[in-house]
Every structure is written in structure tokens, then in C-alpha cells.
Antibody
């Protein structure tokens, strides 16, 4: 089974940007999705990257603020969220997808806190 | 717009069988695969059912998934309930563009 490990917690000021990283290892996958969860709320999909084809899909809500990229080392991926506001305080998850876009393996989550 | 609706909460006794529902609107449930995720408090989600009715390795056979086209819904059935099964369960599917949509989640209490 693929292991997914994410970077550590971040505290950011409003208006700044944050980068969360994710490394997937130990198996095969086709894509990487990013999902966030605000405190006490449900899961919200942000977007995905399919690295072999260089394809990216973003949820409409995040079209203008999220960038998803692949790193130079294999199986490392990044999610950049810009113009942070307090409502962006959440747990951010990275997860692997198979060829059917099915999410299978989840990272442990990265807490991003936006506070002045 | 495509949406998935789940009951907010459910409770059942240990050893019993429970069925969680997930009703689609704005699209047909049969058009795309449905997944189910389990999340314990403070933890990351884990996939318990994928592609409608498939179980990842390590997920016990007590978990099963199904699709009902007549009610445009998906179901997750858990038999032989254990206290460890408590937590939030989210269904998930896609719109025609393969954007991911989650249901609001059902909190399962085993008592």
C-alpha cells in the first residue's frame, strides 16, 4: 500500500501564502488529490494533479488561489494556497488516486492556522 | 449542481448491522464510482469502500458497498458493529468533469 507523508503544521498571517508538501512511496498511483477540512466541518476537495500527463484540475472555489505542482524528485507534490484568510484555517490532506480518479491512500494531514 | 446528501448521524448497538445512505442529486449515481471514507476524531480519513463495492486490502469483509439506481443512492453496510467503527463516514463521487464531491458525512455512534 502506498504511504503518504505530509509536511508539518504551519502558522501564517492573513494575506500570506502557504506551501504544503506530500511524498507518496511504496506503490503505484496515477494522481494526487488535495482535500481540506475546516474545524468541525466536512471534507472539501481542492484539486488534483496527474503527473504523468501534466494535468491539473481545480475545484471552482480554488481556481484563483491554489497551485498544485510536482516536485523535481519523484513522488513529491506541493499545494500552494495564496492570499490566506482566517477561513483557510484547516487540516489539509494529500491523497493518492488510481487510474479511475479514486482516492485510495491518505496522508496524515497538515494543520494550517491563519491568524494575525 | 451535483450534490451528495447523507444523514447527519446514526447510532446502533455493537454486533448489529447498520446501513449508511448517500443520495445523489444533480446527476446519476450510476454515472461515476462511489467511494466511502471513515474518519475517527482527530485522524485522517481512510478508504473503506472504493469503486462502488470494492474493499481495500486490510478492510474487513464486514464492510460492503452498493448502488441503487432506482433511488439514485449509494449505501455502506457495516455488519457485526464494533466500537472501533465509530466516527464519521463520508461518501464521495464525481461530476461529469471528474471533480470530486463529498457528502456532508454521517456520524456513527456505536453504543
Amino acid at each position: 500500500q502506498v504511504q503518504v507523508v505530509q509536511s508539518g503544521a504551519e502558522v501564517k498571517r492573513p494575506g500570506s501564502s502557504v506551501r504544503v508538501s506530500c511524498e507518496a512511496s511504496g506503490g503505484s498511483f496515477t494522481g494526487i488529490s488535495w482535500v481540506r477540512q475546516a474545524p468541525g466541518q466536512g471534507l472539501e476537495w481542492m484539486g488534483r494533479i496527474i503527473p504523468f500527463f501534466g494535468l491539473r484540475n481545480l475545484a471552482q472555489t480554488f481556481q484563483d488561489r491554489v497551485t498544485i505542482t510536482a516536485g523535481t524528485s519523484a513522488n513529491t507534490f506541493y499545494m500552494d494556497l495564496s492570499n490566506l484568510r482566517s477561513e483557510d484555517t484547516a487540516l489539509y490532506f494529500c491523497a493518492t488516486e488510481n487510474s479511475h480518479y479514486t482516492i485510495l491512500n491518505w496522508g496524515q494531514g497538515t494543520l494550517v492556522t491563519v491568524s494575525s | 449542481n451535483f450534490m451528495l446528501t447523507q444523514p447527519h448521524s446514526l447510532s446502533a448497538s455493537p454486533g448489529r448491522t447498520v446501513t449508511l445512505s448517500c443520495t445523489a442529486s444533480g446527476g446519476n449515481i450510476v454515472d461515476n464510482y462511489v467511494q466511502w471514507y471513515h474518519q475517527r476524531p482527530g485522524g485522517a480519513p481512510t478508504t473503506v469502500i472504493y469503486e462502488d463495492d470494492r474493499r481495500p486490502s486490510g478492510v474487513p469483509g464486514r464492510f460492503s458497498g452498493s448502488i441503487d439506481s432506482s433511488s439514485n443512492s449509494a449505501s455502506l453496510t457495516i455488519s457485526g458493529l464494533q466500537t472501533d467503527d465509530e466516527g464519521d463516514y463520508y461518501c464521495q463521487s464525481f461530476d461529469k468533469n471528474k471533480s470530486v464531491f463529498f457528502g456532508g458525512g454521517t456520524t456513527l455512534t456505536v453504543l
